[in-house]
């Protein structure tokens, strides 16, 4: 089965940069749309952004536009989600997950996730 395992997050201020890597085992990424989502304590789980298995495609959310980028580096077996101009309320665990397509809420793997906190 297909493993994730995410790392990167930390305490970063406001305005500051973190990037987050989800790195695949004992499977390929390569057939895999990745999503990241994000969950903050008493909140429900949000998409933040996804990419195609390819690469080519890239969705983000309204509320990082702008600020996220996310890429993929299939020879690596990782996906990075790099974040920028940081705000207190991107503070959530981060997870990324294995998906049929970018939107197709059919997910073969999530990983453990990892807290992101951004606070001054």
């Known amino acids: 089965q297909l493993q994730l395992v995410e790392s990167g997050g930390g305490l970063v201020q406001p305005g500051g940069s973190l990037r987050l890597s989800c790195a695949a085992s004992r499977f390929t990424l390569d057939y895999y749309a990745i999503g990241w989502f994000r969950q903050a304590p008493g909140k429900e789980r949000e998409g933040v952004s996804c990419i195609s298995s390819s690469g080519g495609r890239t969705n983000y959310a309204d509320s990082v536009k702008g600020r996220f980028t996310i890429s993929r580096d299939n020879a690596k077996n990782t996906v990075y989600l790099q974040m920028n101009v940081l705000k207190p309320e991107d503070t959530a665990v981060y997870y990324c997950?294995?998906?049929?397509?970018?939107?197709?809420?059919?997910?073969?793997?999530w990983g453990q996730g990892t807290q992101v906190t951004v606070s001054s």
């Open positions: 997950a294995a998906e049929t397509f970018c939107g197709s809420e059919v997910y073969d793997s």
